[in-house]
């Protein structure tokens, strides 16, 4: 009763035919390549506005000027291709890993391998739920059937057989199992030759990037309007056409909020790989954004609140209980031979399955030398577990040419109806099951047959006359950091509710050790009975579903819905992906899930842990946390930049800003608003907190005067300095110079104190990341550079200040931003004490 595997490819072979005939993928064409990215960037508004400004002075005779700002343009470009080829390149690890996988043979041994390394005349395992990775020859069948609409257009699954049957990429194994052997890959496949293409990651649009685009056109009106009236007031006030658009691109380049959709793609990107490292795959990157939003966790038990290892610990026959842990030596007793050997016959010939898997175990090791075991018997029917009987049977053909064997498992239940126990027997045998369930283990009732092979093979199980054999308790342990995972979410404001197909006694016993409340519970069978209305009103009063069956899944998902809950959701089979379609979140398991559940589903775990979801949520709140404080950055430094380009015209003083310090200011401003806030560690309370509402902006009002109010307070501080240092006697390019240290200064420190809302100012220039010590190393360094070196400064139209008045700009800065915490924090009190 094993499977003997073709022996299939080497590794070697494979290896060589994948480099000689490369990937088993239908083209890149979606992917940017750099000189894609370059394109894109050249035609930004930013860099139109420099070249613009480049060519006024080129116009006006200054050519020193007009190569310097072109240099500038070469430098920022530089920067912002390199920071869309990383975000890139995340996309890129992303496309890759969620292509579709598959089960190959390689030197004997089945492997998962990404889709993509599938070569021709690689031998394949199909089971049930797989998408198929190339086309190929039909090996072994066994019940197999796959749907071929995507090519055909008919809906009908389509039956496969050995030998003569083939099967094409894309389509969907929707029955049974076999192998295959590869014939054809990529574009030379079915699907290659129509022009299909297999589906990728795309950056979909969402709330959150809307609001993000929505920002960004009002803002851009506003500077247009702006930039427009300033040059026009420009010419009136002081004359000269050329020096009037010159002060109008300079207040356009201030007020152009470019850096947004940077931010946005940069975060969600970026993120995904971050959470990619936690091995949790993002399939939907708007997935991201309602990560932190979530509001209920509903999770499988087994695998992902349990280790997926289980282990035959209990057998009971005739009311007499035997715990696998008490035999000693190799030897089992005779009594429990018969009812291990028909849970082996009830099972899988190559289980996946872990209670299956443990099943051949046992037997393996204790029935070995015994009379118990059937290598030569042959799998003639089976009969499938349903939502209507929790059951399996498999019909055997042996040697004795009289009669067919036949072996059921299934819940406890389930096989006392097939048995039609008497009353007093179905009593005797639910309280051996019971007393199993308690101690949390999973229950399987075992039963057998004879049939005539005279006989024609009934359509249901319920017309062979079944006769109890016994009970089976298998264990599966708990994870040891799902309790401490569990209570981090109750901290967090995230109720977990379990389901699973476990008998009622066995998931209260795993909820009452992962700290999940299992007091009240329902069942299958009493949500079957249950109208949509009933069941959200029940649904939230109950952390535990028993005896669930996947269809059922998701009438909780839709109940929860219904209260307002923002529901994330885990699946691993076929059933499951109407619940994880239908959840804000659906979550697949990469390891047992099938392709199908990871289609539906927004995120994959690569590793069917629990804890892994909850790292997940934890990053996506920290995201979303680091997100907002970069967008109010933004509009924080960009307050000052407008106010300098205005104020001086209406005082009657010498210009702060050209374009050139713009495009200094923009070498700050994109890494800090982008790199710098999305590596940002995140406040320690993020889990410590209730999920945001569904209902919250990103930018509401209070973010939005926030960043406004410091920009403004910013403003108002540079200007006086400049003012007063124009009245001390100080020449303008030297005053320039030192109000625009304050506003570098400035700019740079409010990074440190944006980082979050929660810091007080002693913790502001506490533990910054090292992309942030980077930037303000880099930014002090430029900005040193530019105002103390002669040649340099004079490019800038800046003198070099005294080191007594250098220091004085960057003590104003920083006390600056301190007098802005200073502020933040008498708000907060206020906050408190109203």
């Not at 139109?48 to 190569?67: P, Q, S, T």
């Not at 990404?114 to 005349?121: H, L, Q």
């Not at 257009?153 to 194994?173: C, D, H, M, N, Y």
């Not at 982008?674 to 209902?695: N, W, Y």
């Amino acid at each position: 009763m094993t499977t003997t595997f073709p022996s299939g490819l080497s590794h070697e072979a494979a290896s060589a035919r994948l480099a000689a005939e490369g990937a088993n993928e239908l083209g890149t064409d979606q992917r940017r390549t750099l000189p894609t990215i370059a394109g894109e960037v050249a035609r930004e508004p930013m860099f139109l506005l420099l070249l613009g400004a480049g060519a006024i002075y080129l116009a006006m005779g200054d050519a020193h000027e007009a190569l310097i700002l072109l240099g500038f343009v070469v430098i920022i470009m530089a920067v912002t291709i390199l920071q869309e080829r990383r975000t890139e390149k995340a996309l890129e690890a992303l496309r890759d890993l969620s292509s579709p996988r598959a089960l190959v043979i390689r030197d004997g041994v089945p492997k998962r391998i990404a889709g993509c390394e599938v070569v021709r005349d690689d031998i394949l395992i199909l089971v049930e739920g797989d998408r198929v990775p190339a086309d190929g020859i039909v090996l072994q069948a066994h019940e197999l059937a796959a749907d071929e609409s995507m090519l055909t257009g008919e809906s009908v699954a389509v039956e496969k057989f050995p030998e003569r049957g083939e099967v094409f990429a894309g389509t969907l194994i929707v029955r049974g199992q076999g192998l295959m052997r590869v014939t054809a890959i990529g574009s030379r496949t079915e699907l290659g030759s129509i022009g299909k293409s297999l589906q990728d990651i795309v950056a979909e649009s969402s709330p959150l990037r809307d609001e993000i685009a929505l920002l960004t056109r009002h803002l851009a009106l506003i500077g247009i309007g702006l930039c427009l009236a300033l040059a026009a007031l420009f010419w009136i006030l002081r004359g000269g056409w050329l020096d009037a658009l010159l002060a109008g691109i300079t207040l356009a380049m201030g007020i152009l909020p470019q850096e947004f959709p940077v931010i946005m793609i940069v975060f969600l990107a970026l993120g995904a790989r971050r959470i990619a490292n936690q091995r949790v795959l993002t399939r939907r990157l708007n997935a991201i954004e309602t990560l932190g939003e979530t509001t209920v966790l509903c999770v499988d038990k087994t695998g992902t609140l349990t280790q997926n290892r289980m282990a035959v610990t209990s057998l009971s026959v005739g009311g007499q209980f035997l715990e696998t842990a008490d035999i000693s030596g190799c030897e089992l007793p005779e009594t429990y031979h018969e009812l291990l050997e028909y849970a082996v016959l009830a099972s899988e010939i190559d289980p996946h399955d872990p209670m299956e898997l443990a099943f051949h175990g046992f037997a393996r090791e204790y029935l070995a030398n015994t009379e118990h075991l059937h290598p030569d018997w042959s799998l003639a029917r089976e009969y499938e577990i349903s939502s209507e009987l929790l059951a399996m049977s498999h019909l055997w053909r042996n040697d004795s040419g009289k009669q067919d064997i036949v072996a059921t498992k299934g819940a406890p239940e389930a096989i006392a109806d097939l048995c039609h126990l008497p009353e007093d027997a179905r009593l005797r045998m639910s309280r051996d099951a019971e007393s199993m369930a308690d101690r949390g283990l999973r229950v399987l009732g075992v039963a057998k047959a004879k049939h005539s092979i005279h006989e024609t093979w009934p359509d249901i199980q319920h017309e062979f006359e079944f006769e109890f054999v016994g009970l089976a308790g298998l264990a599966d342990p708990l994870r040891p950091e799902v309790s401490g995972a569990v209570a981090e979410c109750h901290r967090a404001g995230i109720r977990v509710v379990m389901i699973t197909g476990d008998h009622p006694r066995t998931a209260r016993a795993i909820a009452a050790s992962a700290g999940i409340d299992g007091s009240t519970l329902l069942t299958g069978d009493e949500l079957a009975n249950m109208d949509a209305g009933a069941l959200a009103q029940r649904i939230s009063s109950v952390n535990v579903f028993a005896r669930v069956t996947p269809q059922q899944k998701l009438a909780i998902v839709e109940a929860l819905k219904a209260n307002g809950d923002i529901v994330a959701m885990t699946g691993d089979g076929v059933n499951d992906a109407p619940a994880l379609k239908a959840a804000h979140i659906g979550i697949a398991m990469g390891k047992r899930g099938t392709d199908v559940a990871r289609e539906a589903a927004s995120l994959v775990l690569l590793e069917d842990d629990f804890t892994a979801i909850v790292a997940a949520i934890r990053l996506g709140r920290r995201i979303f946390a680091n997100l907002r404080q970069a967008v109010v950055y933004t509009l924080a430094v960009h307050v000052p930049i407008i106010g300098l380009s205005i104020i001086p015209l209406f005082f009657g003083l010498p210009l702060v800003l050209a374009p050139i310090h713009i495009a200094f200011l923009e070498l700050i401003i994109d890494p800090a608003c982008s790199i710098v806030f999305e590596a940002e560690a995140g406040s320690r309370s993020l889990m410590q907190q209730p999920p945001r509402p569904h209902t919250e902006h990103l930018i509401a009002t209070p973010h939005l005067l926030g960043g406004l109010a410091q920009g403004v307070m910013a403003t108002l501080s540079i200007a006086i300095f400049y003012m007063l240092s124009l009245r001390a006697g100080i020449v303008a390019e030297e005053a320039r110079a030192l109000a625009f240290i304050v506003l570098v200064t400035a700019n740079a420190a409010l990074i440190l104190s944006v980082r979050s809302t929660h810091r007080n100012w002693q913790q502001m220039f506490t533990a910054p990341s090292t992309v942030a010590l980077w930037v303000l190393a880099g930014t002090l360094s430029g900005l040193a550079l530019i105002t103390g070196v002669p040649s340099i400064a004079q490019a800038f139209a800046f003198q070099p200040p005294t080191l007594q008045h250098w220091l004085a700009a960057f003590a104003s800065g920083i006390g600056t931003v301190l007098l802005l915490d200073a502020g933040k924090i008498g708000l907060r009190a206020l906050g408190r004490s109203g």
